[in-house]
């Protein structure tokens, strides 16, 4: 899927894992211990590449509900590449807002929100200390992990700063050849052997060579 010739979906049933950006952002959400994860919220669907993902190797027991400011994406993403989700057309801001004020809560939340505007991919909006710790805030009460989509790799001291106690580790997924870094943050105190061991556990042996990426705990 590209839209205003920018890449902003791929995917091939037969091989799950990409070698990309996609990766990091669904797999990280196995920084969270097996039967940990319930609920999850994705902001920015494209074709919903994180959404099979997530089903079909992270396995989470609850809802995933995605949010995305394109109804025309929305319909792509179940219409050409399948993605089964609960879907919500919304500004990502004004969806968080929303879910603050009311009783909904997740263990996983993946911040996948760039602008379609122009000719490269940038962030809809910066991922500042304000608007993470508005994630944070939309953690489940048994713990949670936020998984974030930076532009580049200058974003990510920003991102760290002054993190809150209820972040117990944080790791930088940096993909081959790629600008962008993903970020993710977990309540759960998770070691890198340990995160990789679970990686490896839930894929299939024939995708471990297709990951590209080098991770560090920050």
Not at 60 to 86: K, M, N, W, Y
Not at 101 to 126: C, H, K, N, T, V
Request: charged share 20%.
């Amino acid at each position: 899927l590209y839209i205003n010739g920018v890449l902003n979906t791929q995917y091939n049933p037969r091989h799950l894992v990409t070698g990309d950006v996609w990766d990091p952002l669904a797999l990280a959400g196995l920084l969270a211990p097996q039967g940990a994860l319930d609920d999850v919220l994705l902001l920015g669907l494209g074709g919903g590449t994180a959404v099979h993902m997530l089903q079909h190797i992270v396995k989470p027991r609850g809802r995933i509900t995605a949010v995305d400011s394109s109804a025309t994406i929305a319909q792509l993403a179940a219409q050409h590449f399948g993605a089964e989700c609960d879907v919500l057309v919304n500004d990502a801001r004004l969806a968080v807002d929303g879910c603050i004020g009311g009783e909904q809560r997740f263990s996983l939340i993946i911040d996948d929100i760039f602008s379609r505007d122009g000719a490269q991919a940038q962030r809809g909006y910066p991922f500042d200390a304000s608007w993470r710790d508005r994630l944070l805030s939309l953690w489940a009460a048994t713990g949670g992990v936020l998984v974030a989509n930076l532009a580049g790799p200058r974003e990510v001291a920003g991102a760290l700063n002054e993190l809150p106690a209820a972040v117990r580790c944080a790791y930088v997924f940096a993909v081959e050849r790629c600008e962008n870094r993903i970020l993710a943050l977990s309540s759960h105190e998770t070691d890198r052997q340990t995160l990789l061991a679970r990686v490896k556990s839930a894929l299939p042996s024939a995708q471990h060579r297709r990951l590209r990426w080098r991770v560090t705990r920050k």
